[in-house]
Nanobody
């Protein structure tokens, strides 16, 4: 089955940077969308950034200009470069993958904690 494994989370001081990676394994259709979501304690999970196979991207307004999503489709990996981090970026970051066969199939990683100190 498809499995997503995130890495790169940790503790960083405000203004610093972190890079997240997500490696997908299993039977994955080549045409797919990968994304990063995040969820802070007591808050709803929200989309951070998404990227399609063709390279189209979508960012939450709160991270535009600071975060960059990229992917290596051949390796089924997605990355999130996070710069100028703020305490409000603190959350568990989840990797997401969706592709279509006869219906949409979605998969989630277990999440990686990002903590930004003030």
């Amino acid at each position: 089955q498809v499995q997503l494994v995130e890495s790169g989370g940790g503790l960083v001081q405000a203004g610093g940077s972190l890079s997240l990676s997500c490696a997908a394994s299993g039977s994955i259709r080549s045409f797919n969308t990968m994304a990063w979501y995040r969820q802070a304690p007591g808050k709803e999970r929200e989309l951070v950034a998404a990227i399609g196979t063709g390279g189209t991207t979508n960012y939450a307004d709160s991270v535009k200009g600071r975060f960059t999503i990229s992917r290596d489709s051949a390796k089924n990996t997605v990355y999130l470069q996070m710069n100028s981090l703020k305490p409000e970026d603190t959350a568990v970051y989840y990797c997401y993958l969706q592709y279509f066969l006869i219906k949409p199939l979605t998969y989630w990683g277990q999440g990686t904690q990002v903590t930004v100190s003030s």
